[in-house]
């Protein structure tokens, strides 16, 4: 019951008017709303905080990627998706629905307010229902994404402060050495040794994961810049965050046709030159500017 698609109709059936609707809801599960969500809060609001989510979504990604191809569950026919939608990789688990479950689980569990608490499960909810209506999942895979989503949330939720007084006990450099070992080993190991998912590859996780590793030292070593308004003008936060999203957007979209998606070393060199912007770059140029 939970893997018929006939279950996609009877929601669009039941809501014919809602598909642009779902079509915006999902968007909120993805990785570019993801990237402007952490940048904005590293920038501006609880850069510390915005570190720890970064590596909370990175956790819930990787693990996605590799239970997908594990389990390597097709996704419904094409012919059942929204309008021209297009969706890669394997069906089961939702990587939206789990990623979300983390992501606003794990927001909602530090916040510890109780709107926090409605406001994350109706969106968990809404992008998860959302993959069912626009015909890319089974209701079966939403279901496992926020079963995994959840685990995830309540195993670093409980790991947090143990893993934080150990790496602070180790040196830095080699802390983000490991990590860049990691990324780097990953994306090796899931090019060449594991079989590849239709339509997709390591590149862009592996990226994201080495150029945290590179970006975050670079920037406490050289910047260390504070998410405060100088002098009290919010105005120059707001430049800040604006400029910024269009530089990071623009290099992310702008690479594109030369560091390309299908090329999975260059499609990491792409996303690692996108977190060292992001995290190091950006940071440096709006630091002595004055934003």
Known sequence: MVFDPALTTALREALPWAGPFFLAITELGSETFYVVLILVGYWAFRKKDSIKVAYVLIASVVSNYWLKLAIANPRPDPTNWLGDYEASNYSTPSGHSQNSATLFGWIAAKAKMWWMYILSGILIFLIGISRVYIGVHYLGDVLLGWGVGILTVTLL???????????????????????????????????????????????????????????????????????????????????????????????????????????????????????????????????????
Do not use: H
């Not at 080699?174 to 079989?195: E, K, M, R, V």
């Not at 592996?206 to 406490?220: D, S, V």
């Not at 940071?283 to 004055?290: A, Q, W, Y």
């Open 157 to 291: 939720y409980f790991a947090e402060e143990p893993m934080s007084a150990y790496f602070e006990k180790m040196d830095g450099l080699l802390a983000y050495g490991l990590l860049f070992i990691f990324g780097l080993l990953a994306t090796i190991i899931s090019s060449f040794l594991l079989p590849q998912p239709p339509g997709d590859n390591f590149g862009a996780l592996g990226g994201l994961i080495m150029g945290l590793a590179i970006g975050l030292p670079l920037e406490q070593r050289y910047v260390m810049f504070e998410t405060s308004a100088p002098n009290g003008q919010k105005w120059r936060i707001i430049l800040r965050v604006l400029i910024g999203l269009i530089l990071v957007l623009g290099v992310m979209i702008g690479l594109a046709p030369i560091l390309v998606t299908e090329n999975v070393f260059l499609r990491a060199i792409r996303y690692t030159l996108v977190v060292i912007i992001g995290s190091f770059v950006w940071p440096l140029i709006f630091k002595r500017v004055g934003f």
